[in-house]
């Protein structure tokens, strides 16, 4: 099977933008991936709303937002852009049940909700400003990190610079009403979660305090509560980390989680109850590995390693969950964002 990849990412070291690679899952091979869309800046994070539309995260000058793309003929041709003052987004995902686009900014802590029209154009319904700050140097201001769905159809976004989740309802024209707010430990610098595809918790991770945080989500509510933490490295690392993404098999058996600074990815077991038990490190085999997907046959992780651009490719044991490297140094430029299409 020939899948296709698409990688989002800087363009401040000679990075292109977005590039495009295909993975031979027979062959267990990454070809090198090759520049696809070049004509904007920094599109550091990706989403697809069905196999037509690309949206991704730009930063134009002394403005930020994101660029829609049609990507169903063989050269992908840009829709538009909704930009304003300031930097780019830092999180970008598709509602596709709403058609619906919702975007995080980290530096200025808002939340932007796009309406996809049928010939994929954005047109903004919202924009909220999450307000406040933490304890850490890092967390001197509001820095959304995250916006995504839950499972029943709220709108679930993650605040670094507050250690907050906070769940929306949204209403028919595209409104966020109703927030519900988990207040995370101080100092924990939420950054991603990822939901359990059967059990109702979700599993958060924090970039500045390297762990995770077990959730349990109460649907009835749109409210977290935590039922166990986890640390992202070894207790023998005393360097610089900062967990990254997070990733769940499709059979909600195993968590995977990036680390930057160990470099590493950690795996997970996880129980009946959805708590977690540590397994392994594997070496990401470059440096800063800011995001990694699983393809969908389940057999294989792909890596982007930002500082060392190069990406790595693993062979995943779908019983044992152990990853084992495949090929190392494939060339990626500035690679941030894995997206399988």
């Known amino acids: 099977?020939?899948?296709?990849?698409?990688?989002?990412?800087?363009?401040?070291?000679?990075?292109?933008?977005i590039y495009q690679a295909t993975l031979d899952t027979e062959a267990g091979k990454l070809n090198t991936p090759e520049p696809y869309i070049t004509n904007i800046q920094g599109p550091t994070y990706l989403a697809l709303a069905g196999q037509k539309y690309l949206y991704a995260v730009t930063a134009d000058s002394s403005q930020g937002g994101v660029t829609g793309f049609d990507i169903s003929a063989n050269a992908p041709r840009q829709i538009n852009q909704i930009l304003a003052a300031g930097s780019?987004?830092?999180?970008?995902?598709?509602?596709?049940?709403?058609?619906?686009?919702?975007?995080?900014n980290y530096h200025t802590g808002r939340i932007y909700v796009d309406q996809i029209k049928t010939?994929?154009?954005?047109?903004?319904?919202?924009?909220?400003?999450?307000?406040?700050?933490?304890?850490?140097?890092?967390?001197?201001?509001?820095?959304?990190?995250?916006t995504d769905c839950t499972p029943d159809g709220r709108l679930v976004t993650i605040n670094l610079g507050t250690d907050t989740v906070t769940t929306y309802e949204i209403s028919a024209e595209g409104k966020l009403i109703k927030p519900a707010s988990f207040h995370e430990t101080p100092g924990f610098g939420p950054?991603?979660?990822?939901?359990?595809?059967?059990?109702?918790?979700?599993?958060?991770?924090?970039?500045?305090?390297?762990?995770?945080?077990?959730?349990?989500?109460?649907?009835?509510?749109?409210?977290?509560?935590?039922i166990q933490t986890i640390s992202t490295i070894p207790n023998t690392w005393k360097e610089h980390n900062g967990a990254a993404a997070v990733r769940i098999s499709n059979d909600g058996k195993f968590l995977y989680v990036s680390n930057r600074g160990h470099n590493s990815i950690v795996t997970y077991a996880i129980d009946a109850g959805g708590t977690l038990t540590l397994i392994n490190f594997t070496s990401t085999f470059g440096d800063f590995p800011r995001d990694f997907a699983i393809d969908p046959t389940g057999l294989y992780v792909v890596v982007a390693n930002q500082n060392s651009d190069n990406a790595t490719l693993y062979l995943r044991d779908p019983v044992s969950g152990h990853l084992a490297p495949k090929?190392?140094?494939?060339?990626?430029?500035?690679?941030?964002?894995?997206?399988?299409?």
């Open 88 to 104: 780019s987004p830092a999180y970008v995902a598709v509602d596709s049940n709403r058609n619906l686009l919702y975007s995080g």
């Open 191 to 226: 950054r991603h979660l990822v939901f359990h595809p059967e059990l109702p918790i979700a599993y958060l991770v924090g970039e500045l305090s390297s762990q995770v945080d077990v959730l349990r989500y109460n649907g009835n509510l749109g409210t977290f509560s935590s």
């Open 119 to 146: 010939d994929g154009t954005l047109v903004q319904t919202d924009c909220v400003e999450q307000k406040g700050d933490g304890p850490r140097p890092e967390q001197d201001s509001s820095h959304v990190h995250y």
């Open 1 to 17: 099977m020939q899948e296709k990849i698409i990688f989002g990412g800087y363009t401040k070291r000679g990075g292109k933008g």
């Open 327 to 341: 090929q190392i140094n494939v060339p990626l430029p500035e690679g941030v964002c894995v997206l399988f299409v």
